[in-house]
């Protein structure tokens, strides 16, 4: 094997449709500015104490659009504690933890997505709170002389997170 | 000047603590705030799975949110850190035309703007910055004088810092000083800078985070731990109990919301604190309200 065939073997290609998608979320082209340092794996919590769990891995294989493996049923990224220490150790402003929630988003896109968080979801857009008002609710508030919890107008929350096909003009 | 903000309770404050609320409200009239409680107010929404699910639609109901404060001309004051962590970022996000213009779009379809004039600060922060920790010492009646608390900052009120702007996230002082306003005695524990790991769907890593949290808790024997979130304090109590289940260890350290605490050395009854619900509750407080009743001889 020629020298330049064998740098061709070891070439990654890098998967820019991936990127593209990633880079459409809020913030989450960040990633770009990643130069591999490493600062963020030492007070990562999850870097700790997850096996496997590593931000400047987790960041490369971003660079490089290796996306088949974050996004995906078995997807680390919800190992992440969302703590921020990665993002205050950065000194790219790279924000590693906010790069991880855009492609949760991008999970969530493809229906993957863990069952306790989908019901806290439901339960915030069916009473517009994460804990729904009941008169067991009620009644622990009024012992301390608190008015009954008042009503979140869901239909306006409903407005707000399915935009694009109420309106049709998106 | 006027010292009149919303309140943006969030939903485990008011609907699992009442206690929580009720304390905020008793101590902040105290210190000359003005509550102004606002109509209609959702959940942040929550910045771990709400967000996670679509970044857009939770930028567009906080943005709502903080519109309705902006209707009252008011700034916000918060009593959660993961609302403080929402509203804050939301407040910072749309500052980008871009982004505000497409959210604005949005909240067009429920016929409301936002304009980014009410800024969001968390109530401790705002405590700090408008009247300060030596009036708040001053409203003081019942100092609580060596007793030692244990402080869990969390994650979401200092970091990201450069958004937060709250304290310096690597050595904070806030909370110790409001500590010391009540007359206690702060102390640290070796792992304070540890997250809770609630937000970790890891099946095992958020327990074994919370058990070396509170193995070093119970190492600088602090009688309290004190707290300024609902979340956070629900980990330390009814997480307390169960971490304490499962590793088969002895960990049994109360956990306060700091306005309750604060509540009570401005003189609240210690039966009036609603902490009769918590798994582990603050009786160490108990011995401050002997000290109220001197007429009669202790033995």
């Given at each position: 094997m020629s020298e330049a065939q064998a740098k061709k073997k070891d070439v990654v290609r890098v998967d820019f449709a991936f990127r593209r998608e990633l880079a459409e979320k809020v913030e989450g082209n960040l990633s770009s500015f990643c130069y591999q340092c490493g600062a963020c794996v030492g007070d990562c919590p999850s870097a700790a104490y997850v096996d496997d769990f590593n931000p400047r891995k987790i960041m490369l294989m971003v660079l490089y659009?290796?996306?088949d493996e974050l996004i995906s049923d078995t997807s680390i990224l919800w190992s992440c504690t969302n703590c921020y220490n990665c993002a205050e150790r950065c000194?790219?402003?790279?924000?590693?933890?906010?790069?991880i929630i855009s492609m949760k988003n991008m999970l969530a896109d493809r229906g993957i997505y863990p069952e306790g968080a989908e019901k806290i979801i439901a339960t915030v857009m069916s009473c517009g709170r994460t804990v729904p008002e009941s008169s067991a609710v009620d009644k622990q508030r009024a012992k301390f002389g608190l008015p009954p919890l008042s009503r979140v107008p869901v239909e306006d929350l409903e407005k707000l997170v399915q935009p694009a096909g109420a309106g049709g003009e998106e | 000047m006027e010292n009149r903000y919303a309140f943006f309770p969030g939903c485990l404050v008011p609907a699992r603590y009442p206690a929580m609320e009720f304390a905020i409200r008793q101590t902040l009239p105290k210190l000359g705030i003005e509550i102004v409680d606002l109509e209609g107010t959702s959940c942040c929404p929550d910045p771990i799975y709400f967000k996670a699910k679509d970044k857009l639609s939770?930028?567009?109901?906080?943005?709502?949110?903080?519109?309705?404060?902006?209707?009252?001309?008011?700034?916000?004051?918060?009593?959660?850190?993961?609302?403080?962590?929402?509203?804050?970022?939301?407040?910072?996000l749309l500052q980008d035309p871009d982004l505000r213009e497409k959210i604005n779009e949005r909240l067009s379809h429920i016929g409301m703007e936002y304009?980014?004039?009410?800024?969001?600060r968390h109530i401790a922060t705002l405590i700090r910055d408008t009247v300060g920790y030596e009036a708040v010492a001053e409203t003081v009646v019942r100092p609580l004088e060596g007793?030692?608390?244990?402080?869990?900052?969390?994650?979401h009120l200092l970091k990201p810092s450069k958004i937060m702007n709250v304290d310096d996230p690597n050595d904070p002082t806030m909370l110790e000083e409001f500590v010391r306003a009540v007359g206690a005695e702060p102390v640290r524990h070796d792992k304070w800078y540890l997250c809770c790991g609630k937000a970790c769907m890891d099946e095992n890593a958020p327990d074994e985070m919370m058990?070396?949290?509170l193995t070093t808790v119970?190492?600088?024997?602090?009688?309290?731990?004190?707290?300024?979130?609902?979340?956070?304090?629900?980990?330390?109590?009814?997480g307390q109990y169960r971490i304490a289940k499962k590793f088969e260890e002895d960990f049994?350290?109360?956990?306060?919301?700091?306005?309750?605490?604060?509540?009570?050395?401005?003189?609240?009854?210690?039966?009036?604190?609603?902490?009769?619900?918590?798994?582990?509750?603050?009786?160490?407080?108990?011995?401050?309200?002997?000290?109220d009743t001197v007429e009669e001889p202790a033995s």
């Open positions: 659009g290796l996306g000194p790219q402003d790279v924000k590693p933890a906010e790069v | 939770w930028l567009s109901v906080a943005a709502r949110n903080l519109c309705l404060a902006e209707e009252k001309g008011l700034d916000i004051f918060t009593n959660c850190s993961g609302c403080t962590a929402t509203l804050s970022e939301s407040y910072h304009k980014g004039t009410s800024k969001v007793l030692k608390v244990g402080i869990h900052y969390g994650c058990r070396d949290l119970r190492n600088v024997e602090a009688e309290i731990l004190c707290l300024i979130c609902p979340t956070c304090f629900g980990q330390f109590d009814h049994s350290t109360p956990p306060i919301y700091y306005f309750q605490l604060l509540a009570y050395a401005q003189g609240l009854p210690y039966e009036n604190l609603g902490v009769e619900r918590q798994r582990f509750k603050p009786e160490c407080l108990q011995r401050f309200s002997m000290l």
